[in-house]
């Protein structure tokens, strides 16, 4: 079967010439007028950054010009799962191509063989203070772990740039592999479970599910498969977006991917996903589990009045439904809980999920969408299957990062620019406007 490098390999000169066509045939035409407002507003509606395995805009993602739907159709699936593959989806994002069942199986086998921590990155992350946050932990060990960096070993050995794409995709596919297993092993040391070796009879989510004690939840495993697809990549958001600016001075994968698990640490981005679950908590505890619309609307108005934000709802580029909310409530009526407690914890969310955009639209000003997004639901699912919140931002991590690693790997087989665009204050600006 085509290994992953040599599918990258083939589709990289007709990438490199149509680089080339834009720079030579377009290389002075305007594709946006700036406005003082995308300046003061973080870029927003500003299509600015290259990316080369998805498309985004208020509409929505595209991936390789194929929406979630298309693709949930078009990949293969593992026997006995009806969920998009992740691995699958990895390949399709590096390669626009979908892989042949065999393809994914020996690429899976690949990524599979590449899980396991070195010793002495076993012996540092068993080594952390079990009352050290998840998060923290996680970012140390990757931090750690960039002594292996293959790509940084080739830059110092002075490799050739057209060849450092091989390296970063070394780089990648072990990250792809190994943070899955550190969030597995930080979760088996602080919750004092064995550790499990990784077998190639298993796929990324099901192993790690059998890490951390749920070898026999087939639908917690179908949930990981599920959202690990859906987050690979959702353009350039803060996270993607930190790891982009990281990568371009050629920083290494891991200390890349560190840089975005910190930047999905701030509110207003990943960590939004176990914000919300504490938020539908504490209106639980308030009002009770049976708690009328009246009441949530009540609540959450009085919220409002504080000038707090409710997580989950509204997003800095869509202006339609969020297509892996819709994936994620579709989850919930294929596989609905046996627990009956689990099923009125769920529908209150879906509840909180109707009445909050009203209120949002009515007291906030200037919001132009007040619905829901996926991270609206996603932390409460986590939640209800067990999944504490502290270790809600490494799940999602272990699929953002690899999905933004295929980008660095294609940056570096374009040979793309390091990022720096120029800065100017607000005085200059006025300067500028007014001289129009
Ligand atoms: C994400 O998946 O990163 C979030 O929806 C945030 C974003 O796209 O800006």
């Known amino acids: 079967a085509v290994s992953i490098f040599n599918a990258v390999a083939q589709r990289i000169p007709s990438r490199i010439a149509l680089a080339g066509k834009l720079l030579t045939e377009h290389r002075q035409s305007t594709i946006h007028e700036l406005t003082v407002e995308n300046i003061l507003h973080g870029l927003r ?134 943070f899955p297993m550190i969030l597995s092993r930080i979760y088996a040391n602080v919750h004092g479970l064995p550790h499990q070796p990784w077998s190639i009879d298993l796929d990324l989510a099901a192993n790690y599910a059998r890490h951390i004690g749920r070898e026999h939840d087939t639908d917690y495993t179908e949930f990981t498969r599920m959202c690990w697809s859906l987050y690979m990549d959702h353009g350039t958001s803060v996270s993607a977006h930190a790891m982009r600016l990281v990568s371009s001075a050629w920083t290494d994968p891991y200390l890349t991917v560190a840089s975005g698990y910190i930047a999905g640490t701030g509110p207003l981005h990943a960590k939004a996903i176990g914000d919300s679950v504490m938020f539908n908590l504490a209106l639980i505890s308030a009002l009770g589990p049976n708690a009328t619309k009246e009441d949530i609307a009540t609540h959450v108005g009085q919220h409002l009045l504080g000038g707090k934000i409710v997580p989950g709802f509204g997003h800095a580029l869509l202006r339609v439904p969020d297509a892996r909310l819709v994936a994620l409530t579709n989850f919930l009526e294929t596989h609905p809980s046996s627990d009956p407690k689990v099923d009125d914890f769920l529908n209150l969310i879906q509840s909180i999920n109707s009445v909050v955009p009203p209120l949002l639209r009515e007291k906030v000003q200037g919001m132009r969408n007040p619905h829901p997004n996926a991270d609206a639901l996603s932390g409460s699912i986590l939640h209800a299957y067990g999944v504490p919140v502290d270790f809600m931002l490494s799940f999602f991590a272990c699929s953002r990062a690899p999905g933004f690693l295929v980008q660095q790997v294609w940056d570096r087989a374009l040979g793309l620019s390091m990022e720096r665009p120029l800065s100017l204050t607000m005085d200059e600006l006025l300067a500028k406007a007014e001289t129009k």
């Open 45 to 178: 509606g500003t299509p600015c950054l290259l990316w080369e395995i998805s498309e985004t805009s208020p509409l929505g993602i595209k991936y390789h010009g194929k929406t979630v739907t298309e693709l949930n159709a078009l990949l293969p699936k593992w026997p006995m799962s009806t969920q998009i593959s992740p691995e699958a989806m990895l390949w399709f994002l590096y390669t626009a191509e979908i892989p042949t069942p065999t393809q994914l199986k020996h690429f899976s086998n690949d990524l599979i063989s590449r899980a396991e921590l070195p010793l002495d990155a076993q012996t540092f992350c068993d080594g952390l203070s079990t009352d050290i946050p998840a998060d923290t932990q996680i970012i140390m060990t990757l931090s750690f772990l960039s002594r292996y960096s293959k790509f940084t070993a080739a830059v110092t050995k002075g490799a050739h740039k057209n060849d450092l794409w091989k390296y970063v995709l070394e780089d990648a596919l072990d990250i792809t592999a190994r």
